[in-house]
């Protein structure tokens, strides 16, 4: 096995000191959320360093979603330009990859359960092989040298990154000196992230995930039955109450030394869902840089708690609604795939069997910087063609006095690149685009179990896959079948084939302007959509 070292990264700069002011809880109904989420837009306090374009509020497509240089400070444009979970634009291009080095957790949370040789599922904390740091550092370096647009390495279990500090910071470490030019992260619940800081920085990890899913202790009694907390274990709003001190500390510690840090929010119906709206006005106001706000993974196989008594997750619906009330607070992620712990390749794929430990012993690899920049380069080129193709579509639309109104939910099946490039039988999952006269703007996506199967479609899978996408009005693909196309017009879900290696944006644009062009003629009439079932974390019947 051949490797060329390279250099390590230089330290970060030494701590500033920093004040911690604790977060007030308040409550809103859902049904105020739409017109209560332009208070979002200016907290009474803010930190000088803020997320980026959150000035600009109703979370302007910066950085988690499409945004290009203009939009933020060149250093942090440096930082997010080619990582796929801080830029939906370079989700389309740029692949990462997980490994599970850190086991242990020191909390407890009613949604997780951690598992392992669990290769046929895919939610946070699953994985099929635990690694050592030297075995992880063996295994990215595989990876990278043969997935070239491969550039981020993160650490996000299956426990907690900062209960193993350790092997986690090991791992950094040893990469740095063999792959300086990958992104390092790491996802953390928070409660030892204080204390951590100044090792984060000092192995220069630019980017931080930190779970939080409350700041009212009460509310967080319902979400984590205990915390591990000095050599002891605490319960109740106690442990809620420990957890959020340390987990606004900790933001606001890492928000003073300039790392770009993602908050991961579980939505969880009944408990914290209107709740949500003062976590994003917090964690903005501690400079976060984006807000992601997950559906709940809830099916009872899992054997979570909030699986085994039945709390379920939201709809489609209920999500973006909640999503959509936080615009203009801190900016939103929405094209998170909740990825396993040892996840490897593009975000919605899975390349981690094709880099078992038994397999990388049979590869010679060969990591060479410069060919992967080579590499870099050319997705780079094909990405600023997606914007532009984006930038023109938008441009030469129209607005008229009947579609200023109209918006629709379009599903795309695609294998990645931003273009329309999949069958409809080969997806197992859709992008949902929300479309307007003016704007298509990636919304979130929906898992499926695969229709085509052997070679021939499975009819029974069908239904799933209409209540997966049931809120669109239209689903663009590069080819469908005659029995998917009958079945999808059936369920009033227009199948599109004709924009074929189109850019997405600009090929729902196009749909778009056809069909209220078909509406204003009287062709046909616009009706709303119902409700669709979100289907993350299931088990895929193809596995």
């Known amino acids: 096995m051949a490797i060329r070292s390279m250099p390590a990264h230089?330290?970060?700069?030494?701590?500033?000191e920093y004040?911690?002011?604790?977060?007030?809880?308040?409550?809103?109904?859902?049904?105020?959320?739409?017109?209560s989420h332009n208070a979002l837009a200016t907290p009474a306090e803010e930190p000088a360093h803020v997320g980026?374009?959150?000035?600009?509020?109703?979370?302007?497509?910066?950085?988690?979603?499409?945004?290009?240089?203009?939009?933020?400070p060149a250093h942090v444009w440096d930082k997010v330009k080619n990582h796929p979970c801080y830029s939906e634009e370079a989700h389309h291009h740029y692949a990462r990859m997980h490994v599970a080095v850190a086991p242990a957790c020191n909390i407890q949370c009613n949604y997780c359960n951690r598992k392992y040789d669990c290769s046929?599922?895919?939610r946070p904390g699953v994985v099929s092989q635990k690694l050592t740091p030297e075995q992880a550092v063996k295994k990215v370096v595989a990876v990278a040298s043969e997935i070239p647009q491969m550039t981020v390495l993160g650490v996000a279990g299956p426990g907690d990154s900062l209960a193993n500090p350790k092997k986690t910071f090991d791992t950094f470490r040893m990469l740095q000196e063999q792959a300086p030019d990958i992104k390092l992260c790491l996802s953390t619940n928070g409660l030892a992230l204080p204390d951590l800081v100044d090792e984060i920085c000092q192995y220069n990890i630019d980017h931080v995930t930190i779970t939080i899913n409350m700041v009212d202790p009460e509310i967080g009694a319902k979400i984590y039955p205990w915390i591990f907390w000095d050599h002891k274990r605490v319960t109740g709003v106690e442990a809620s109450r420990i957890l959020h001190e340390q987990q606004m500390k900790g933001l606001e510690m890492l928000t003073a030394r300039g790392v770009l840090t993602k908050i991961n929010s579980v939505l969880i119906p009944g408990i914290n869902d209107e709740h949500m709206i003062e976590v994003n006005k917090a964690v903005k106001a501690r400079g976060a840089f984006l807000h992601n706000?997950?559906?709940?993974?809830?099916?009872?196989?899992?054997?979570?708690?909030?699986?085994?008594?039945?709390?379920?997750?939201p709809t489609a619906q209920e999500l973006k609604?909640?999503?959509?009330?936080?615009m203009g607070g801190a900016n939103l992620m929405r094209h998170c795939r909740q990825c396993r712990a040892d996840a490897v390749g593009l975000l919605?794929?899975?390349r981690s069997s094709e880099f078992t430990l038994d397999k990388i012993e049979e590869m010679e690899v060969v990591y060479d910087l410069d060919r992967r920049r080579n590499y870099q380069e050319r997705v780079e080129a094909e990405r600023q063609a997606q914007h532009a193709a984006k930038i023109e579509a938008l441009s030469a639309a129209t607005v008229t006095e009947l579609t200023k109104d109209i918006k629709v939910l379009v599903a795309v099946a695609t294998t990645g690149g931003g273009r329309v490039n999949q069958h409809f039988g080969h997806a197992d999952e859709f992008q949902i685009?929300?479309?307007s006269a003016g704007e298509a703007l990636f919304v979130g996506h929906r898992r499926v179990d695969l229709y085509c199967q052997g070679g021939y479609g499975e009819d029974e899978q069908l239904p799933s896959i209409v209540t997966a996408i049931n809120d669109c009005h239209a689903v663009l693909v590069s080819k469908i079948g005659a029995c998917p196309r009958d079945e999808l017009k059936a369920a009033g879900i227009e199948p599109v084939d004709q924009y074929v290696d189109e850019f997405i944006e600009k090929a729902a644009l196009s749909w778009f302007a056809d069909y209220t062009g078909r509406v204003a003629s009287g062709e046909i009439v616009h009706q709303p959509r119902g409700d669709a079932s979100i289907r993350q974390g299931a088990f895929t019947a193809a596995a």
Do not use: W
């Open 293 to 313: 706000i997950m559906p709940l993974i809830s099916e009872a196989e899992h054997g979570t708690v909030f699986g085994l008594t039945g709390q379920r997750g």
């Open 10 to 16: 230089i330290a970060r700069q030494q701590n500033k």
């Open 348 to 350: 919605g794929e899975d």
């Open 120 to 122: 046929n599922e895919s």
């Open 433 to 435: 685009f929300e479309v």
């Open 321 to 326: 609604a909640v999503q959509d009330a936080c």
């Open 52 to 72: 980026c374009g959150t000035s600009g509020g109703e979370g302007k497509a910066s950085c988690g979603t499409s945004a290009g240089p203009d939009d933020m």
């Open 19 to 35: 004040v911690m002011e604790s977060a007030t809880a308040s409550y809103v109904s859902l049904a105020d959320l739409k017109s």
